[in-house]
């Protein structure tokens, strides 16, 4: 499940005489980690990435045969299907009339590779091309302040809607 589980995982592996197989999502896996975790790599059957730039990472800094770590993109479930736009989320948020970007994370300082600035640095621009458009941002954290400053720095607040945290109940629409 986790490059930092891979210790517990390969001993368990070890004591069932059983295959280890490891997945790397992201950023765990882009930096030199431990002798320990090389080791568990080393004997892990089946690596799998989350992405081909996860993949590159991990491979430039563990010794294992490159066949042995595939890519394993990550999906989502059946209730996250296309459907119509429910009216109290249109009218709640502004999104009337006006095309969609959406993401959906964590705003936390240490995860800015996730590139919300860059979407907000680029709406202007973007919004001249395609017409209204939203960036609704739903997620919470610590690095919310500073990204709601950019937006209003760059003239795009109004476009940049942050809904903060959304249960599970009514993330899918």
Same mark, same amino acid.
Do not use: C
């Given at each position: 499940g986790h490059l930092h589980a891979a210790p517990l995982a390969a001993a368990l592996a070890r004591l069932w005489?059983?295959?280890?197989?490891?997945?790397v999502d992201g950023i765990e896996a882009w930096v030199p980690?431990?002798? $320990?975790?090389?080791r568990c790599l080393g004997a892990a059957h089946l690596i799998t990435s989350a992405s081909r730039f996860t993949r590159r990472r991990l491979l430039?800094?563990?010794?294992?045969e490159p066949e042995r770590v595939r890519v394993l993109p990550?999906?989502? #479930?059946?209730?996250? /299907?296309?459907?119509p736009r429910r009216p109290e989320? /249109?009218?709640?948020? #502004?999104l009337a009339g006006r095309k969609v970007i959406l993401t959906v994370g964590r705003l936390s300082s240490s995860e800015r590779y996730k590139g919300h600035d860059r979407?907000?640095?680029? %709406?202007?621009? $973007?919004a001249r091309e395609c017409g209204?458009?939203?960036? %609704?941002?739903?997620?919470?954290?610590?690095?919310?302040?500073r990204l709601e400053t950019l937006a209003r720095n760059?003239?795009?607040d109004a476009m940049v809607i942050f809904a903060g945290y959304v249960g599970e109940a009514e993330l899918p629409d």
């Open positions: 005489q059983a295959r280890l197989w490891v997945h980690r431990d002798a $320990v975790v090389k430039e800094w563990v010794r294992i990550n999906t989502v #479930g059946r209730q996250f /299907m296309p459907r989320l /249109m009218v709640r948020y #502004g979407i907000i640095r680029v %709406l202007a621009g $973007v209204p458009l939203a960036y %609704l941002i739903v997620g919470s954290g610590d690095d919310r302040v760059q003239g795009g």
